[in-house]
């Protein structure tokens, strides 16, 4: 079945060109088959009541979010939402988490994210962080994995398509972003067409190890190509970077045709050590770059936005020795480096073989100069000097390659749409599985760190076409779990995913589930506008702004009832949740809000900014169904016409009375 595959793969292809080989695959295949084995069923139930082996964390692609599942079970336990608003939460509309979209753009409330990455430890995952990148406006973001939300973002100067991010060194010192668009640097005003005298790429190194700090380490300026993905060396490879590039023809127009001329492109190896040798000897540059670093305070939980000015540039010619480059066949896509650090796996998207270079080979050739030639100060080591052996007959169109710590690695072939199994050392090919359709990434939970949990493998498609019940025009994309603890793969499990998942990681949920904060302490809230008590909400005006301060607790709001807002005014309501339980949330919602509403994680404060259009009396109330009486959970604020004499005024609940009585001391 698979070799026949490949053949009538390849014979359409001959006929289609490069350009229609996109979804060659998909489109021949009939109805649905059932290719689940007999024990599929066993293999991925998970009992009600019992938990999943692994978190995954699939990106969101361009929906800006990140979606967490349970594996095997592949149910979707959260959305994160991390470049995208989100009205189900407030994310995004909200006063408090407002800044983390700020950039020198402007507020961007969108973007395309493709690979989220976990923190690790001496090279394996440890469940800390999850890093996911933003694509259109380059950025990157830190999730914290003790409460699943993100907690900063960081903006990427000197760059244009954050796409070669954010993978991380293994001891998370460092994440990573690349240009895959390169641009004139600084951006100014030039031809296009002046591409190859004006156009450059950086690749930047982040500096992540401490939340609420991350920064441009150093950029380091390279010739202009379109600069992929990448991936940290580890064991004997720690201390460098891997990065793939393709368009080394530099090409500005037309790519898909131009940019494949070349039989060769590279992969840019990356010694960071070298380069804060250099920084530290004074041979980098400052350089005038604006962008912005967004974080969340954990005791207010309110972001805030500050500027920056300027990064530290490094130019491979001013520092030999840091980077060389790998020829490496055909516009390669994916580079992947496997757990022993010594195989670094290129996935070349037009290229008929998966070649594999050594790192043994390549510290071998820098030291006896095997190179071709010198590119702006980067020497081409020779493909034969470095290269460590190929996968013949591997399939057609390789992407990614993930490793399962038993000596295998795992390719996605994108135009023949399988996955492939084969040998490190002997590049034999011993297994072969289909997917439907058209697998980009793939995923082995650690499969890219040292320590692979190497029992499943999750495959990213890009094609779903018959796969589910027909929904429209657009059908959701789609996971297939596949079992990689035989010889011989075994598919699972298909699942709907949110937007388009590219990458995604996991890890045994051992690492991370006892860690959850289950509520905020209201004694340590440090929200400037939060209210811990019903005694303590109220209603204050200055200029043409009200505030109103309030609690939410099961079943009702405190205060509930407001007068003297006047139609011209922006109220901003801050609602503090002050239950002290786990999962006890509250929402809320006021007529005619139109930007979203808030849902306050308990013992939070959150701000939302209303302008009422027109007087009247509006009703608010809890989004969240919290109790039996939540249908309770209402209030009312009455907007009178601008100059009303109507006097500003919160009503007092009796319990807030009673407080009030208590406590001389205490203010509405
Ligand atoms: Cu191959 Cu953005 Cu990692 Cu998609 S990328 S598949
Ligand atoms: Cu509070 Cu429903």
Redesign the pocket.
């Known amino acids: 079945m698979p070799t026949s595959r490949i053949r009538s793969t390849l014979v359409a292809l001959a006929g289609l060109g490069v350009a229609g080989i996109a979804y060659a695959c998909a489109a021949r295949r009939g109805p649905s088959q059932s290719l689940a084995a007999g024990d599929a069923a066993q293999k991925v139930y998970v009992a009600p009541g019992s938990y999943d082996e692994f978190y995954a964390f699939l990106s969101g692609g361009y929906s800006g979010q990140v979606a967490v599942y349970g594996l095997p079970s592949g149910r979707l336990l959260k959305l994160i939402p991390v470049f995208s608003q989100f009205p189900e939460d407030g994310y995004g509309y909200n006063e408090e988490t407002k800044p983390l979209f700020q950039t020198t753009y402007g507020s961007i409330p969108w973007d395309d994210s493709h690979h989220p990455e976990l923190s690790m430890t001496d090279g394996v995952p440890d469940g800390r962080w999850l890093f996911i990148n933003a694509n259109n406006t380059p950025r990157v973001a830190r999730i914290d994995l003790t409460r699943f939300e993100t907690s900063e973002i960081l903006q990427i100067p000197n760059s244009a398509g954050g796409h070669a991010s954010p993978f991380a060194t293994p001891d998370t010192k460092y994440i990573v972003s690349a240009t895959r668009f390169s641009v004139p640097i600084p951006n100014t005003d030039v031809p296009i067409d002046s591409y190859k005298q004006n156009f450059k790429g950086t690749l930047s190194f982040i500096r992540a190890d401490q939340p609420g700090k991350m920064d441009i380490a150093f950029q380091i300026l390279m010739p202009g190509y379109d600069y992929d993905l990448g991936h940290a060396g580890k064991g004997p490879s720690d201390g460098w970077f891997f990065f793939t590039s393709y368009n080394s023809e530099q090409a500005n127009t037309k790519l898909e045709e131009n940019a494949s001329q070349n039989d060769k492109d590279y992969i840019a190896a990356v010694n960071y050590r070298r380069a804060e040798e250099c920084i530290a000897q004074g041979k980098a540059r400052s350089f005038p770059s604006a962008y912005t670093h967004n974080w969340v305070d954990s005791a207010s939980h309110i972001a805030t936005s500050e500027k920056k000015t300027s990064v530290t540039m490094l130019s491979p010619a001013d520092c030999p020795g840091v980077a060389y480059y790998l020829p490496t066949p055909k516009s390669p896509h994916g580079v992947d480096v496997d757990p022993t650090g010594e195989y670094i796996v290129a996935g070349g998207k037009l290229a008929t073989v998966i070649p594999v270079h050594s790192f043994t080979k390549l510290q071998k050739a820098i030291a006896a100069k095997a190179f071709d030639k010198e590119i702006e100060g980067i020497p081409v080591l020779k493909y034969d000097a470095v290269m460590a052996g190929e996968v013949q007959k591997p399939g057609l169109g390789p992407l990614h390659t993930e490793f399962d710590g038993k000596g295998y690695a795992y390719t996605s072939m994108f135009i023949s749409s399988e996955v492939v199994k084969w040998k490190l050392g002997t590049w034999e090919v011993v297994d072969r599985i289909p997917t439907y359709y058209s697998i980009g990434h793939l995923m082995i939970p650690g499969g890219d760190s040292k320590k692979p949990w190497g029992k499943y493998l999750l495959a990213m498609n890009k094609i779903t076409k018959d796969r589910y019940l027909p929904t429209g025009p657009e059908m959701a994309q789609s996971a297939q779990l596949i079992d990689i603890s035989g010889d011989k793969m075994k598919l699972l499990l298909d699942f709907p995913t949110i937007g388009e998942p590219h990458y995604a990681q996991a890890i045994p949920a051992s690492l991370i589930k006892d860690k959850q904060i289950k509520f905020d302490k209201l004694a340590e809230n440090k929200n400037p506008w939060v209210t811990r008590s019903e005694s303590d909400g109220g209603i204050t005006r200055s200029g043409k702004r009200v505030d109103i301060k309030m609690i939410?607790?099961?079943?009702?709001?405190a205060p509930d009832n407001f007068d003297g807002v006047e139609v011209g005014d922006t109220v901003v309501f801050h609602v503090t949740?002050i239950e002290q339980d786990w999962d006890i949330?509250?929402?809320f919602a006021v007529l005619g809000m139109n930007n979203s509403e808030l849902i306050l994680e308990p013992g939070q404060t959150r701000s939302l900014r209303w302008v009422p259009t027109g007087p009247g009396v509006y009703p608010f109330?809890?989004?969240?169904?919290?109790?039996a009486?939540?249908?309770e959970?209402q209030g009312y604020i009455r907007v009178s016409p601008a100059g009303s004499s109507v006097k500003l005024m919160a009503n007092v609940s009796k319990k807030a009375q009673a407080q009030l009585a208590n406590d001389p001391g205490a203010r509405r």
């Not at 939410?552 to 709001?557: G, T, W």
């Open positions: 939410a607790i099961r079943s009702h709001f949740n949330l509250h929402g109330y809890c989004t969240d169904f919290c109790s009486l939540h249908q959970m």
